[in-house]
């Protein structure tokens, strides 16, 4: 038994799951419906998002605060499953919109006994709610979600970090790295949800730069980062 599969939890995300999958129906249709009328790529159409977003992320963000844009729970369960094999006690969270990956990263926590987790989000609306999501899993104790810009609020994360988890505007992945990256454990592990800038993707494989990093396809084509501090 694992606090993931508590019924407390279980029955939390079951129920963020179902209410992610309803307040971004219309939105996801569109996109796809987008992509099929211009046969772009998903990954073509992301990189020119990346492009656009990085004048205007503030805005681009302000225009989602009721979506969820959550990972799915194929994606928690990895979160979790690293975050327990990498025996984390202090993880950040680049992106908590509404606490769905914020709850299974906690899981993770209060089985390895403990720690915390700062999580950082623009919107304050997405910031009580992830408060109340946290509440209701019986995590937030172990959760300091810091409201504002990530490149303001994790500028002090208090300590070493263990996993961080980039899933916030596209093109600041690089630079919340180079702010976490005094800070990361030798073998620390961060993980790219999303992870769509070439910028991002040329700096953590190449090796100089004291990272091993791969793709993975826990979803396939949402880039999904898998990366190693290896330095
Ligand atoms: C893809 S969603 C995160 C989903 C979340 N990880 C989950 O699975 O439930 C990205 C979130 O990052 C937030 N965000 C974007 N840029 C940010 C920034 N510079 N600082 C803090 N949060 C930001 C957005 O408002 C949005 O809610």
């Keep these: 038994m694992t606090t993931l599969s508590s019924k407390r939890v279980a029955e939390t995300l ?14 996801m249709t569109k996109l796809i419906a987008q992509l099929e009328a211009s046969g772009e790529t998903l990954q073509d159409a992301a990189a020119r998002f990346v492009d656009e977003e990085r004048v205007n992320y503030r805005t681009t963000y302000r225009g989602h605060a009721d979506h969820f844009l959550a990972i799915s729970p194929a994606y928690g369960r990895f979160l979790y499953a690293i975050a327990r094999a990498r025996r984390a006690t202090r993880i950040v969270e680049f992106g908590t919109s509404m606490g769905v990956s914020t709850i299974y990263l906690a899981a993770a926590l209060r089985d390895n006994g403990g720690g915390k987790l700062i999580g950082t989000e623009l919107e304050p609306s997405k910031v009580a709610r992830a408060r109340a999501h946290l509440e209701a899993a019986g995590l937030a104790d172990l959760v300091d979600i810091r409201e504002g810009d990530a490149l303001d609020t994790l500028k002090d994360v208090g300590g070493e970090v263990d996993v961080l988890s980039i899933d916030g505007a596209f093109s600041l992945y690089l630079p919340v790295l180079k702010l976490i990256e005094p800070r990361l454990t030798p073998g620390a592990v961060i993980l790219g949800e ?38």
């Design 14 to 27: 079951d129920k963020l799951h179902a209410e992610a999958d309803a307040a971004d129906h219309d939105m």
């Design 194 to 231: 999303n992870a769509f800038a070439q910028d991002y993707l040329d700096y953590v494989r190449s090796p100089a730069n004291g990272y091993f990093s791969r793709s993975l396809d826990i979803d396939e084509g949402r880039g999904n980062e898998f990366t190693v501090r290896v330095g």
